[in-house]
Every structure is written in C-alpha cells, then in structure tokens.
C-alpha cells in the first residue's frame, strides 16, 4: 500500500477488523511484484454467509474511519465469496467450501505471505462469566 493513508500497522487495524466479526484462517499475499492495480490480497473464511456480510459491513465501517474508501464489491446478495476493492488492497471473503475450491493461496503461491494468527473471542469474552443457580421453583 503505497498511499498518504499508509500506516505501518493499517494491515493489523483491518485483520482487526475481521476478528471482531469471527473472521479466521486470514492470510495476506503481497502482489506488489505481480502486474495487477493492487497491493495486497486479503483472505479470510467465514462460518456462513450471514457471518461473511457481518465481516464485510463491519470492514467497510472501519475501513472508511481509518480513511480507506470502498471502491467495489461484489458477491454481498449471495455471500459465499464476497469481494471488497479499496483499490490498493482487495478481501475475499470465503465460506470454507468455496475457499478450498477457489484455492487463491495455490493460485498465488508465488507471492509472499502473511498469516495472521486467530483470535478466538476477545479481551472481554475472558472477563465473562456465567452461573447457572438451582431454581427454588419445583
């Protein structure tokens, strides 16, 4: 990503992003050395299609507050694949079926790549707790 925007951590704040929506198995492959518009592939699994929409609004909600703007999307209706275009990097969002299917990280195995470890839960699922009490009703 080579913009004004351009932090050294802009890549952390949208993996951020996913993880907060349950995004996992998320992998960045630099295109830089390749001749295509964009930087950066994103890609991330989702549960579910109503899981993989959550993923995508809530990216383009913190994408847009860190300064990015969304230029394209498509596949958000059906949801098994949902691509995101912020020109300089690109997510797909996958159902696990069709990102085995697809297989962008075999299609690109030349790029280099990131994987970003999984976050299972958040800071605040720790602090939570649950007690189940016997009910004096009978």
């Known amino acids: 990503m ?14 951020d ?10 992998i960045a492959l630099d295109m830089m ?9 994103l890609i991330v699994t989702a549960d ?4 993989s929409r959550a993923i995508a609004d809530h990216l383009e909600r913190s ?5 990015w703007r969304l ?9 098994s694949w949902i ?3 912020f020109v300089d990097f690109v997510v797909h969002i996958f159902l696990p079926e069709v990102r085995k299917y697809y297989s962008l ?16 839960g958040s800071e605040t699922d720790d602090e939570f707790t649950f007690e189940i009490a016997p009910s004096d009703k009978g």
């Open 48 to 51: 579910n299609r109503i899981q």
């Open 105 to 120: 990280e075999t299609l690109w195995s030349d790029a280099p790549a990131k994987k970003f470890e999984d976050r299972h």
């Open 33 to 41: 050395d390749f001749p295509l518009t964009m930087d950066i592939f």
């Open 83 to 85: 691509l995101m275009d």
């Open 63 to 67: 994408s847009r507050e860190l300064g």
């Open 2 to 15: 080579n913009t004004d925007k351009e932090s050294p951590d802009i890549l952390e704040k949208i993996v």
């Open 17 to 26: 992003a996913v993880h907060q929506r349950h995004g996992y198995d998320v």
């Open 71 to 79: 230029h394209h999307k498509e596949g958000y209706d059906e949801g």
